[in-house]
């Protein structure tokens, strides 16, 4: 999928997999100096809870028993100190729990808990001579006959009594091109500290005990090898990946009642230089803008990317066979890879596969990520074989309508042209999205046109406003590049090699950080419509 966050990190099965039984056992084995999926190696005792003590953990066994998991009274009079008393007479069983008393009885989900009556999941249910009760007994009515709370944390399979702290911590990591961010949100928030020690990060907290649930796998293991349980129960480790340069760490409030610590950790900016630097002396190392003050307000976060047509729409077919569909997603994916290494920007591609995509889609994909710039990515195509050069476009509103404004792509990008001025259009609200960022796109437009002129041949009218269906709807700054014209020989032949599709990548590169660079109110293009073409 296009999503650019793996967001795998947050599902029940990886959070049964970090409960703390498993965190033990995935301690003994990380040192061991193996990553493992603990779930795949537990033992079958994985319907264990642990009851959680300011000094120690007591295990305490559940049991499925009609779908819902049950604790035998016993095991809990053990835990909880309490003492079980069967009444066969009744047909129950009576639980004295500090002077109070718990009366029970088979076939009824209630409690009477020193004559008051509490409502429980599921009936008690007796086996031979062992009571089972279900787990909001503990939560209901043993905790109101110990007059204090007891949580009882299915997903992490805890027993918190009271005043113990035991903080939820769930981690995300995530790569933000250089920076690995590693993000903790804690409930209840609690206070802790986040400290450097040799290879790795120990983030400690105030607590008696952790809550964890983490990422099984780093997806960027150059900057995190792995994030687990500590040996300390209130410690968690970050072990840092070859890359790691530093790291820093921000703290915000959270959802109810929470707290958010951010931990970014940075790569070295340099790039290791190539293994054979050429005669010519010391390699040139590309100029990377500093890491971590990447993003300034109002900057440049997520872009996201559109490699055109796909699936049964083929887009321009070259006289040799290349399609332009294949093209645009492989100089697509390549600009991903360079926007998120070289700048650390989130990027989304509308698709990475070859697929068809609706035009409105690919708005939406860019709209709902909240992107702050979209480009499009094509091949083009004319029925004289001698034009050549790349193009890029921007919306022009004024262009609609106009015949003579019409883009000789020949393709669905275009809308359909209408006789007469433009309010011979039915433009929709959502369709009117582009229209607030137009001085803005023909900004981007022009950085994109400068930064590709330097790269790779231009077309003759290299820059011009058009109606482009795929731009209208698109709420951002949004440009559309034609890389080429598939229908000349030679540019056939190019578009398809690594160094081309090399150069355009960094050109727009270099495009999007003159773009975000630009002084506010930078002179924009004069609105000069192209003169009618000659394609
Ligand atoms: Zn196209």
Redesign the pocket.
């Known amino acids: 999928m296009n999503q650019a966050r793996g967001d795998c990190y947050h599902d029940a099965t990886l959070k049964a997999r970090f409960s703390v039984l498993a965190s033990v056992l995935a301690a003994a084995l990380l040192l061991a100096g193996r990553n493992v999926d603990v779930t795949a190696q537990a033992p079958p005792a994985a319907l264990t809870y642990q009851v959680i003590g300011r000094d120690a953990r007591r295990p305490l066994p559940a049991r499925l028993l009609a779908n819902q998991e049950m604790f035998a009274l016993d095991d809990l009079a053990r835990v909880f100190e309490l003492t079980v008393r069967e009444d066969l007479a009744a047909g129950g069983v009576t639980v004295a729990a500090r002077g109070q008393t718990i009366v029970l009885s088979a076939g009824q989900p209630l409690a009477s808990v020193g004559g008051r009556l509490v409502s429980l999941g599921a009936a008690p249910v007796r086996e031979g001579r062992t009571w089972f009760v279900p787990a909001d007994f503990i939560s209901r009515a043993l905790a109101l006959a110990l007059g204090t709370r007891i949580d009882v944390r299915r997903p992490s399979r805890l027993i918190v009594p009271g005043d113990v702290r035991v903080p939820q911590v769930a981690a995300r990591l995530e790569s933000l091109g250089g920076v690995a961010r590693l993000t903790l949100d804690v409930s209840p928030a609690t206070p802790h500290t986040v400290s450097q020690e040799g290879s790795r990060l120990l983030v400690r907290f105030e607590a008696d005990a952790l809550d964890p649930s983490l990422p099984a796998v780093s997806t960027v293991p150059e900057l995190v090898a792995s994030v687990h349980a500590g040996e300390a129960p209130t410690t968690l480790v970050v072990d840092l990946g070859p890359r790691f340069a530093s790291f820093r760490s921000a703290d915000s409030p959270g959802d109810r009642g929470g707290s958010r610590l951010a931990i970014d950790i940075a790569a070295q900016t340099t790039e290791a230089a190539p293994a054979n630097p050429g005669p010519t002396g010391p390699p040139q190392l590309p100029e990377l803008p500093p890491l971590l003050d990447l993003a300034p307000a109002g900057g440049v976060r997520t872009i996201v990317i559109d490699a055109?047509?796909g699936g049964d729409d083929q887009?321009?077919t070259g006289g040799a066979g290349t399609l332009?569909k294949t093209v645009?997603l492989s100089v697509a994916r390549r600009l991903k890879g360079a926007l998120e290494s070289r700048l650390g920007v989130r990027v989304i591609l509308t698709r990475d596969a070859d697929r068809s995509v609706a035009l409105d889609e690919r708005a939406a994909v860019a709209n709902n990520n909240q992107a702050d710039l979209f480009i499009s990515l094509?091949?083009n195509a004319s029925v004289r074989p001698g034009i050549a050069g790349a193009e890029v476009f921007y919306l022009s509103l004024e262009a609609y309508g106009e015949e003579g404004q019409r883009v000789a792509?020949g393709?669905a990008?275009v809308l359909p042209v209408f006789g007469g001025g433009a309010r011979d259009i039915e433009v929709t609200p959502w369709e009117l999205a582009q229209a607030r960022h137009i001085e803005q796109s023909a900004a981007l437009a022009q950085a994109v046109d400068r930064a590709l002129r330097e790269q790779i041949p231009m077309g003759p009218r290299a820059i011009q406003p058009a109606p482009l269906r795929v731009l209208i709807g698109v709420n951002m700054p949004a440009v559309l590049v034609?890389m080429a014209f598939l229908t000349n020989p030679q540019q056939e032949k190019d578009v398809a090699t690594d160094t081309f599709q090399n150069a355009i990548v960094q050109a727009l590169v270099n495009a999007v950080v003159s773009f975000r660079d630009a002084p506010p109110g930078a002179p924009v293009l004069p609105g000069a419509p192209a003169a009618p073409g000659t394609r």
Do not use: I, Q, R, V
């Open positions: 055109g047509h887009g321009a332009e645009a094509h091949a792509h393709d990008d034609e």
